[in-house]
């Protein structure tokens, strides 16, 4: 079956980055978008950006731009999403989703991940 | 506050039926598929509707989505305990370049 397996919990200092990964199983990963979405404490959710894993071509949400860079690594079906600058405020929990359809972009999540939980604390 | 409107939160009896509104613009629902996701307790959020109205392989048919005009609304029929979770709506924004959410709405089964 389909599934998204996501690197564990993390705590950052301010200031510091945080790469989390997503490996993909149970489908050919170069056919599907995958997306980052997170989630604060008690929030709702908020798109970060997206990766073409064929290409390695990238959108990233405005607010995001010049500190998330989102990879991936074909040779092993896994995404990254690193997150530069961290602040108090991205203290998050962050999961990534693949498209759902095998082409473009239809802009529907599944599935998602499990979650990786980013805490930013001096 | 969120691109996407939607009500804090939505309770009915076991056995009812309830609609959960997502009110966006013309840039965004308005000339956008629109998708739902469901939110257990502790858990990642999971796809219920896409395409405004379709449900994905496994999703009963007590969930339903519609769109009219810059307005979504998911129907849920049946309610059932397990029901209990936050539900969101998404879509793409032409203005903004992006995927929105609307803020979620927490459904109690009474």
């Known amino acids: 079956q389909v599934q998204l397996v996501q690197s564990g919990a993390e705590v950052k200092k301010p200031g510091a980055s945080v790469k989390v990964s997503c490996k993909a199983s149970g489908y050919t990963f170069i056919d599907y978008y995958m997306y980052w979405v997170r989630q604060a404490p008690g929030q709702g959710l908020e798109w970060m950006g997206w990766i073409n894993p064929n290409s390695g071509g990238t959108k990233y949400a405005q607010k995001f731009q010049g500190r998330v860079t989102m990879t991936r690594d074909t040779s092993i079906s896994t995404a990254y999403m690193e997150l530069s600058r961290l602040r108090s405020d991205d203290t998050a929990v962050y999961y990534c989703?693949?498209?759902?359809?095998?082409?473009?972009?239809?802009?529907?999540?599944?599935?998602w991940g499990q979650g990786t939980l980013v805490a930013v604390s001096s | 506050q969120s691109v996407l409107t939607q009500p804090p939160s939505v309770s009915a009896a076991p056995g009812q039926k309830v609609t959960i509104s997502c009110s966006g613009s013309s840039s965004n629902i308005g000339n956008n598929f629109v998708s739902w996701y469901q939110q257990l307790p502790g858990t990642a959020p999971k796809l219920l509707i896409y395409?405004?109205?379709k449900r994905p392989s496994g999703i009963p048919d007590r969930f339903s989505g519609s769109k009219s005009g810059t307005s979504a609304t998911l129907g849920i029929t049946g309610l059932q305990t397990g029901d209990e979770a936050d539900y969101y709506c998404?879509?793409?924004?032409?203005?903004?370049?992006?995927?929105?959410f609307g803020g979620g709405t927490k459904l109690t089964v009474l």
């Open positions: 395409d405004n109205n």
């Open positions: 998404g879509t793409w924004d032409s203005s903004l370049s992006a995927v929105v």
């Open positions: 989703a693949r498209d759902g359809a095998i082409t473009g972009t239809t802009l529907w999540f599944d599935p």
